[in-house]
C-alpha cells in the first residue's frame, strides 16, 4: 500500500494508508499518512482540520504535525486548545521560529499577554522591523488595564531604539499608539519623558496637558499642577492655560498656584490678590512682555493704555523700577510717578536701593491721555507672536507660523510671506486663507507679490484702499481679481541694507489699515527676518545635501559657516554657546590595525547615534575621520559638559572589532561679547576647543579636558 501511495499520492490512497496504519498500531505511520492528507488537502484549498486532528492524535510529538494542527485550531477560533497542542514544543530549546509566532499568536487571541511577551520580544530582537508587533502588545496591554506591564514594555522598547540610535521610528508609533487606546498616567508620563529627551517640544507640550486632563479627572490636583507648570515652562501662551489655572484654584497650595500662575503672561486676566515683595518671585518673561507693550504703546503716543500694563506692572513686580532702569525710564516716558502705602508720592528718581514700603501699590499719572479707541489687541500679542517665531526650528516653520498667526490676529482674508530678491522670482512662499477662501494658484501669488515687494522696496510700506483701482497695481489688476484682493498693507522684509521678501496682508474688501497696526506689523516683520536668519541657515545648509546620509552628521565644509551663524545669534541674544570636539581614537591607527571600511562604520554608527540624541537645533559635523564637532547653542560649559557625559555613556557599546573606542573630548566656552567681533569669537574658540581636545588625548583614553579663555578680551576685535 505504501508502494502504491510513492507511485500515486492521492487523497484516497493516503486516507487508507492511514487508516491502515492505525489498525496495525503503527502510530508514526499513519500520522505520517494523515500529515500528507491533511497537507494536499489543504494545498486545494479544503478544510484540512479532521485530518491534521487524526495525525496529531496518532502521533502528538511530532512537532510538524503540532504546528499545523495548532494553526488549524486557531483558524477555528480554538486558541485554547491550539496553546495545549503548541505549549510543549514551544518551550523546547529548539523550537523554530514560525512554531514560536504560532504559539505567541495564540497567547494573544487567548488575552494571555504576559506569556507573550517574552517570544514577541525574541522575535523582535532577532527582527527590529516586527516593531509593530511590540506596540500593538503595549495597546493591549492598556485595553487590559495592565498599565505597569504596558509601560514597562515601552521602556523597554525605548532603550532598545536608543542603544541603535533610531527614535523616530519609536516616537511614531508611540504617537500611534496613543491615538487608538486607552490613556493612563504612567503611560503618558513616558511619552512626555520620551518627547522630552528627543526635544519634541510641541508634542511633550500637549501630552502635558493630556495627563493634566487626566490627574484633574482622577481628582489629583497636585499632580496636574505639576503637568500644567511643565507645560507652561514649554509655551505659556498656549490657549486654555487660565482655564487650566482656574480648575486648579482652591484645590492645591496657594503658594503653589501663584508661581504657577506666575509663567503666564495674560495673569492679568485671572483674578489675583495683589502681589507681595515677600511672596513667590513672578516670572521674568511675564514683566519683559508686559515692557514690550507698554514702550510700544508710549511710543506710538497711547499713554492712557500704557499706562494700564504699566499699572499692572507695579501690581505684579513692587519696587521693580529701583532694580531695572528700563522700566524705570518707562515710567520716566510714560510720565507715571510711582506710589505705593505709607510713602508719599513723589516724582520717579534715578535707581537707588532706598528702603521698600508695604507693596499695595497706587499709581499717580502725570497728564493722562483719554478717548483712545484703537483696540491694542494686536500690541499684546507682538511679544507672544515673536516668541512662537523664534520657537520654530526651520525656515519653512517660521514662514508658517508667520502667515498663520497674523492672519488671524488681522483678520485678513489672505496673509502672504514670501521670500525674494528684487527682480526674480519668489523663492519660498507661504500663504493663509480664511475660512472659505481657496490658496491662489502660484503663478498669480508669484505675479502679485513681485509686484507688491517691488513697490514697497520703491516707496515704503504699501498701504492700498483700493486695490483694483490702484494705478501702481494696474499690471497685476487680473491677478488681483482672480485672487479677491481688493485692499492690501505689503511691507517690506529687510536684512540690513538686503531685501529679502515681503509681508502682504489682503482683504477682499476696502480695508484702510490704522497706523498703529502698521507699527506693530513693522516690529513683527523684523522679528520675522531674525527667526528667519536663526533658524533658516541651519536647515537650508541641510536641504543643499551637506549632511552625511550614512551618519547624519553634516559634512565638515558646513562648519564654518554654521558655526558663524549660531555665534551672530548668541551674540543677538545674549546667550551662551559652546563648541565640543570628540575623538574616538587616531584615524591612523584605527585604519592600520582595522581597515578603512571597519573604521567608517564604526564612525557611521556613532554619528547615527549622537544625530538622533542632541537638541534639534545643536549641530553635529564629521570634523576629522574619528572627530565630531558640536555646536551647542544656548549652553554654558556646565551644560555641555554633562551633554559630553550623556554622549559616553551613549556610544560605549559602540565595538571596532569587538574592541571598544578610546573616548576623548574637548570642551570650549565662547567668549560672547556685544563689542566682540563674530570673527575673532569663532577664531578663538576653534582654537582653543582643538587645544582642549590635544590635551585629554594627551592624557589617556577616557578624559574631557573643558578649557577656559585665559582673559574675556581674547576674542576683541
Not at 500515486?8 to 487508507?16: D, F, I, V
Not at 537707588?352 to 493722562?368: F, G, H, V, Y
Not at 549632511?547 to 552628521?553: A, I, N, R, V, W
Request: glycine share 6%; net charge negative; aromatic share 4%.
Amino acid at each position: 500500500m505504501k508502494r502504491l501511495v510513492a507511485l500515486e499520492p492521492s487523497e484516497r490512497n493516503l486516507l487508507r494508508v492511514g487508516e491502515l496504519s492505525s489498525e496495525l498500531q503503527d502510530s508514526k505511520g499513519a500520522a505520517a499518512a494523515f500529515l500528507k492528507l491533511a497537507q494536499l488537502t489543504e494545498n486545494s484549498g479544503a478544510n484540512a482540520a479532521q485530518w491534521y486532528e487524526r495525525a496529531y492524535s496518532a502521533d502528538s510529538s511530532d512537532v510538524e504535525i503540532a504546528l499545523g494542527y495548532g494553526k488549524s485550531l486557531i483558524a477555528q477560533g480554538q486558541v485554547g486548545a491550539a496553546i495545549f497542542v503548541l505549549e510543549p514544543h514551544a518551550k523546547a530549546g529548539t523550537a523554530s521560529q514560525e512554531l514560536r509566532e504560532t504559539f505567541a499568536k495564540a497567547l494573544l487571541a487567548a488575552n494571555r499577554l504576559s506569556e507573550a511577551e517574552p517570544l514577541l520580544w525574541q522575535l523582535f530582537q532577532l527582527n527590529p522591523s516586527r516593531m509593530q508587533e511590540i506596540t500593538t502588545l503595549i495597546g493591549l496591554f492598556l485595553d487590559n488595564n495592565q498599565d505597569a506591564e504596558a509601560v514597562a514594555l515601552a521602556r523597554k522598547l525605548e532603550q532598545f531604539q536608543r542603544g541603535k540610535g533610531d527614535r523616530r521610528a519609536l516616537i511614531a508609533s508611540m504617537q500611534e499608539l496613543a491615538g487608538k487606546h486607552r490613556a493612563c498616567p504612567e503611560m503618558l508620563e513616558f511619552m512626555s519623558e520620551l518627547f522630552n529627551a528627543s526635544n519634541r517640544e510641541s508634542d511633550y507640550s500637549q501630552t502635558l496637558l493630556k495627563l493634566f486632563d487626566l490627574h484633574c479627572s482622577l481628582g489629583n490636583f497636585a499632580k496636574a499642577a505639576e503637568c500644567l507648570d511643565r507645560a507652561a515652562d514649554v509655551d505659556p501662551y498656549e490657549s486654555g492655560h487660565q482655564k487650566r489655572l482656574e480648575i486648579l484654584k482652591g484645590k492645591i497650595d496657594d503658594n503653589r498656584y501663584k508661581v504657577i500662575a506666575s509663567r503666564f503672561t495674560s495673569l492679568g486676566k485671572a483674578e489675583s490678590e495683589p502681589a507681595k515683595s515677600d511672596g513667590p518671585t513672578l516670572g521674568a518673561a511675564a514683566l519683559q512682555d508686559l515692557m514690550l507693550q507698554a514702550e510700544i504703546l508710549v511710543q506710538y503716543g497711547m499713554r492712557s493704555k500704557a499706562i494700564e500694563r504699566l499699572q499692572r506692572i507695579q501690581e505684579l513686580f513692587p519696587h521693580e523700577e529701583d532694580r531695572n532702569p528700563d522700566l524705570h525710564q518707562l515710567y520716566l516716558s510714560a510720565g507715571m510717578t510711582p506710589r505705593y502705602t505709607d510713602s508719599a508720592p513723589a516724582p520717579v528718581t534715578p535707581v537707588s536701593s532706598a528702603a521698600r514700603a508695604s507693596s499695595n501699590p497706587s499709581i499717580s499719572l502725570a497728564a493722562p491721555v483719554t478717548g483712545e479707541n484703537t483696540d491694542v489687541s494686536h500690541f499684546t500679542r507682538v511679544a507672544e507672536i515673536t516668541r512662537k517665531l523664534y520657537r520654530q526650528s526651520n525656515a519653512d516653520a517660521v514662514m508658517t507660523t508667520s502667515v498663520n498667526e497674523l492672519g488671524a490676529q488681522w483678520k485678513a482674508t489672505r496673509c502672504v510671506v514670501a521670500m525674494r530678491k528684487p527682480g526674480l522670482a519668489p523663492t519660498a512662499v507661504r500663504e493663509f486663507c480664511a475660512e472659505g477662501f481657496a490658496k491662489g494658484e502660484s503663478n498669480t501669488v508669484a505675479k502679485v507679490i513681485s509686484a507688491v515687494q517691488d513697490l514697497a522696496i520703491s516707496r515704503g510700506t504699501l498701504n492700498i484702499s483700493d486695490a483694483l483701482a490702484a494705478a501702481e497695481l494696474q499690471p497685476v489688476r487680473e491677478a488681483l481679481a482672480t485672487l479677491g484682493i481688493a485692499s492690501l498693507l505689503a511691507l517690506p522684509l529687510s536684512d540690513g541694507a538686503d531685501h529679502v521678501g515681503v509681508l502682504m496682508l489682503a482683504q477682499n474688501t476696502p480695508r484702510g489699515w490704522h497706523s498703529s497696526d502698521i507699527v506693530v506689523l513693522k516690529t513683527i516683520s523684523d522679528q520675522i527676518v531674525n527667526a528667519l536668519n536663526n533658524a533658516g541657515l541651519r536647515r537650508l545648509v541641510k536641504s543643499l545635501s551637506v549632511t552625511d546620509e550614512q551618519s547624519g552628521l553634516m559634512k565638515r565644509a558646513s562648519y564654518l559657516d554654521l558655526l558663524m551663524a549660531e555665534t551672530r545669534r548668541a551674540i543677538q541674544q545674549s546667550t551662551a554657546l559652546t563648541v565640543v570636539l570628540v575623538q574616538f581614537g587616531k584615524s591612523s591607527a584605527l585604519v592600520k590595525e582595522n581597515g578603512e571600511k571597519a573604521v567608517e562604520a564604526a564612525m557611521q554608527q556613532i554619528g547615527q547615534i549622537i544625530a538622533a540624541n542632541i537638541r534639534q537645533n545643536d549641530l553635529a559635523f564629521s570634523y576629522e575621520m574619528t572627530t565630531v564637532a558640536l555646536v551647542l547653542g544656548e549652553t554654558a560649559e556646565k551644560e555641555a559638559l554633562m551633554a559630553v557625559e550623556k554622549l559616553r555613556k551613549l556610544v560605549e557599546d559602540v565595538r571596532i572589532s569587538e574592541k571598544p573606542l578610546a573616548f576623548s573630548a574637548g570642551v570650549a566656552e565662547a567668549i560672547v561679547r556685544q563689542q566682540f567681533d563674530p570673527v575673532d569669537i569663532v577664531t578663538e574658540v576653534i582654537n582653543r576647543a582643538e587645544l582642549a581636545l590635544d590635551m585629554a588625548v594627551a592624557q589617556g583614553a577616557g578624559r574631557v579636558v573643558n578649557l577656559a579663555a585665559e582673559t574675556a578680551n581674547a576674542a576683541v576685535a
